[in-house]
């Protein structure tokens, strides 16, 4: 080989060494001024998983509202059980922070199909996961009240020890440990019965929209008095959810709907609310089997969160008054009721 080839063939060589290096320094620079500065910053890019669903639209509401440039995805667009897929977009976009909001949610199926709700609740959070950790983004990522056993008889903190007593409660637990596993930047939010206007639009809806579809039905309505939650208002939860990530806190967080109540004592309060007049009747768990075990008394304190300085979830009665309004507005056509108050 002659000299010239030689000096030619060890350049090469260099170059590509010095790009390796280079790449390897960006990478992990690329991590740090974001952690670091992530207060201060401007808002960059969000990613939204589950955009469509209760959550999911809210999510894309604030963030836009707060400045952030938002790309939302559901399953159409992506589906989260596709890992390349998964991967190709979020290192498309590498956003500052990406919200997984998209769920397998129906908790008695998944005792037929544990597998399915495996795949969406803990595997494809482990691809989210690996996509975070490949572009430094933060993830915030959301589960359930249903990790508990409900025998704690009080709001569940974060301190308490999980035990699920369903395919659906332990697809989720398992998501959190994935997304602890992989990542050293991470968000998980505990919540309690979302519902939201969202849920006027979504496959599974919500609790509100189940008893008012029942109510038009003039069927006589069973709800268990002996199961109690914290029903969970979205845009407040998604606000809340905004502000952990913009004043830099990490970890795990409950944000539940602060009231604890019955599920019979919520449809109550749900009829009074839209001026319902309707056949409703208390039953118990003993009475009224379902495929799932559900946790008797699954409220979430949350106090973490309030002495942190995040503002307290709205009281109930004006969460489901805004959705009263908000749902009149959607279904009146004029989707744009006002959201000047702050939730
Ligand atoms: N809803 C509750 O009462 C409740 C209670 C406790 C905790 N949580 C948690 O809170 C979060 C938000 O819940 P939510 O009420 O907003 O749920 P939601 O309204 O059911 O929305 C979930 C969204 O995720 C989408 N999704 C499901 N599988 C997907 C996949 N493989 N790829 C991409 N998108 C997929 C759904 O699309 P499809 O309609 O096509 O399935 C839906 O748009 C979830 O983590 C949930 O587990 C909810």
Redesign the pocket.
Known sequence: MSFPALKLRRAGENRKKNRKRLSNWLGSSRLRPRARYAVAEMPGRAVV??S?????VELVRELEHRGYRVSG???PE????DRRAVEREISALIPEVVFN?????QVDVAEEEPDAAFA??AL?VRNIALACRQTGALLVH?????VFDGQAGRPYTEEDPPHPLSAYAVS?LAGELYAQAYLDRWIIIR????YGP??LY???G?FIELMLRLAGEGKVIRVVQDHVASPTY?PALAARSVDLVQRGLLGLFHIGGGTPISWFDWARMIFQAAGVQAELRPTNEQEYRTAARRPKFSALSNAKIERLGLAPMPPLEDALRSYMILRRAALAGSGSADRKQPV
């Open positions: 998983l589950g469509r669903g209760q959550l999911g995805f559901d399953r992506l589906d989260i059980t909001a998209a769920a397998y949610n969406v609740n494809a959301y589960s359930t009240d249903y989720k919540t309690s019965g979302v969202g849920g979504t496959a599974r919500n979205a």
